[in-house]
């Protein structure tokens, strides 16, 4: 399944954004769906994970309480909100899907990714 990030951009620090991911299929509705980013220099990190079955979510640390991964009713789209931003929190965006659940952090586990989609914060 192809997958399209999209809701990045500029914005201030203390800022907000929501970034959009949705499938060529039409369809999440059985899948785990994570976000990661990357950072020039960096490896790509795991950001947010929502489960398919019982709507459980994961988060890095480094976003905990600021970042909330959600999904629509019709499981056509997975959200991610980016409450009070930091220039840490630049990079380029990938939402990332599979079909088993758990392990949100392990990249290998993902079958589909995104293109990308860049957010950068300013001081």
């Known amino acids: 399944v192809q997958l399209q990030a999209s809701g990045g951009g500029l914005v201030q620090a203390g800022g907000s954004l929501r970034l959009a991911c949705t499938a060529s299929?039409?369809?999440?509705?059985?899948?785990?769906v994570a976000w990661f980013r990357q950072a020039p220099g960096n490896e790509r990190a795991f950001v947010a994970g929502?489960?398919?079955?019982?709507?459980?979510?994961f988060y890095a640390d480094s976003v905990r309480g600021r970042f909330t991964i959600s999904r629509d009713d019709a499981k056509t789209t997975v959200y991610l909100q980016m409450n009070s931003l930091k220039p840490e929190d630049t990079a380029i965006y990938y939402c990332?899907?599979?079909?088993?659940?758990?392990?949100?952090?392990?990249?290998?586990?993902?079958?589909?990714w995104g293109q990308g989609t860049q957010v950068t914060v300013s001081s």
């Open positions: 929502s489960g398919w079955n019982r709507g459980d979510t």
């Open positions: 990332a899907a599979k079909v088993s659940s758990g392990n949100y952090a392990f990249k290998p586990s993902y079958r589909s």
């Open positions: 299929d039409g369809t999440f509705r059985r899948s785990t």
